[in-house]
């Protein structure tokens, strides 16, 4: 035996059941995205199972293609994606930027910022779309009647009651209607999600060399210069690390969609996979064929962006 | 171009003060050494004077304004860190035109004063690398070349040294006493190698526990240290000392003063002569290093007390007899045994 065989025999069974794990879903999903296969049909019982003989070619990539909610869940996903990160991104860095010195109860602070992220996030959409984003038993239902009300008391204000008189009655939002949705899943998951941001940044920032910013201090740089000029690009490394592990998650996001609206004006691709899982498989499949196309060209994006800031 | 007054500066950190009231005066275009042991505070006084740590009390002026109020960026003084603290994600170029960039010179300006600084500091070739890039030695270069390009009043060194290799050190030395003579700006250097300090300074100013013990030339430090503390300080190997009781009986016609038991006598090694008659001190030998040029010889009194002394040649004794040694009587040191000061003949 040469010295390679060993190893090669002894890593033989994990990378077989590796390959095996991920081989047998995708090489399924690919068969029946090219075959008819529905769960249900009292006309063409024979689609129930799935068979070559049912083989319709390109035909469920065209019906995807084609159905109604496919561009628009494509756009969703990226706009949630991308929404979300901006907002963990900028927020993470300013509150770790602020926790990151001393003051009293920081081991509170701390452990409190970094608590949304334990909650799980179908809990987390329950949460959000029924005690804060609620238009009338909400905080913000209650937040819009208190305000009104307080206008509402300032218009009998004698000389300056005109004033208030101009400003109308404000309108609760609807976080459930076709419009709105995305923002409330947008916000609920940027909350979840901003101390993970935060934890990885307040790490990397411990390591930041204080002398440099003294150095900085005396070369005349402010505080703002400073954090452009030191922290961002120290900070580049996690930020990349940030900005991929959140793409991954986010894109297959489901829980917080399917509480919120269930899916109603609020649609990613993977919940259009779900929708038609509930009788086309056909379909389905054909829809996670796209789902990993589009997640291949977000990861080539990423890869090549993290893979440049780690070079360096 | 500026001098340094400080005036009974203090520093305390809650309710721990760490410097005890230091007056200082620094002439315009003084080399100005700070040494010390470590935690004597020479480090935190220097970056008093930077504007990176307050003053507690007292007052630092720079010139004739006094700068305890006055930003770390506006006190025309330039610092150069043990660490280096070069920005790490810009070129050597960037790294010596930041400070200028935050003033808003005019670029033409900015990029003139970068390649003087560079042409004098022979780094022009590496303008365009990251620090990351450079050796220990070039990486020390461009933090002296970010504060030559500032133009200060008053160079500020905080153990730049101490992060290089023995060979680059008397190297780079040697540089910034060139560099000293060139400009003609007044220094002031922080640390605790004695050797660094006896070479570039014009003046030291030995300081222990907040507190300065003397100030003067190198070798009015080496000749007549003011206190114990300074004269082991300063020399190497370290002076040895002597009670009045393990010194021989003709001592005190050798040295020309008769010692009782509240004198110290100072000896240093390199003045130690080995003598068959008329020793003043007597040991028994432990131990020899060979360096070649000369030898160290360790040894040890009746009474315990370890010393060194420095000879030409290895003593021709063999280990465990007994040597005396002689001294000229006015390079011995005498010293008050309770309060560590200098007597005066």
Known sequence: ?312 | MAGLTLRDVRKSYGATQVMHGVDLDIEDGEFVVFVGPSGCGKSTLLRMIAGLEEITSGSVCIGDTEVNQVAASKRGVAMVFQTYALYPHMTVYKNMAFGLKQAKTDPAEIDRRVKAAAEILQITDYLDRSPRNLSGGQRQRVAIGRAIVRDPEVFLFDEPLSNLDAALRVQTRLEIARLHERLETTMIYVTHDQVEAMTLADKIVVLRDGRVEQVGSPIELYERPRNAFVAQFIGSPKMNFFDADELTSEAAGVLGRAADANVQIGLRPEHMIPTATGAVVEGKLELVENLGEYALVHLITAKGTEFIAKTEKPPSQAKGEMIGFTIKPELAHAFDKTTGLRLVE
């Open chain 1, 1 to 312: 035996m040469s010295k390679r065989t060993l190893p090669r025999i002894l890593q033989t069974p994990s990378v077989l059941l590796l390959l095996v794990w991920m081989l047998v879903p995708l090489s399924m999903t690919l068969y029946f995205s090219f075959i008819r296969y529905v769960l249900n049909s009292s006309i063409r019982p024979e689609w129930t199972t799935p068979a070559l003989s049912n083989w319709r070619g390109l035909g469920n990539y065209k019906y995807v293609l084609d159905a109604k909610d496919f561009w628009f869940a494509i756009q969703n996903s990226v706009l949630i994606v991308s929404s979300i990160l901006i907002i963990t991104v900028v927020l993470g860095l300013g509150i770790a930027v602020l926790i990151n010195r001393n003051f009293p109860g920081r081991g509170i602070v701390r452990v409190l910022l970094i608590s949304p992220f334990f909650v799980m996030p179908a809990v987390n959409a329950v949460l959000w779309i029924n005690m804060i984003l609620d238009p009338v038993l909400g905080l913000q239902g209650l937040a819009v009647d208190g305000l009104n009300s307080l206008i509402d008391g300032l218009r009998d204000f004698p000389i300056l009651g005109w004033f208030f008189n101009l400003w109308p009655v404000l309108e609760p939002i609807s976080f459930r209607a076709t419009q709105t949705s995305a923002y409330a899943v947008i916000m609920m998951v940027a909350w979840q999600w901003t101390p993970f941001a935060v934890l990885i940044f307040m790490t990397s920032l411990q390591s930041e060399d204080e002398s440099q910013k003294e150095a900085a201090t005396l070369d005349g740089a402010s505080p703002w210069s400073q954090f452009i000029n030191l922290t961002v690009p120290h900070l580049a490394r996690p930020i990349a690390i940030v900005v991929m592990i959140q793409s991954i998650f986010h894109l297959s996001l489901y829980a917080e969609i399917e509480i919120v609206s269930r899916g109603n004006g609020n649609k990613n691709l993977p919940y259009l996979i779900g929708e038609f899982t509930s009788n086309n498989i056909g379909a389905a499949s054909a829809t996670g064929i796209f789902a990993v196309i589009l997640a291949n060209i977000i990861a080539i994006f990423l890869l090549r962006m993290v893979g440049k800031t780690l070079m360096d």
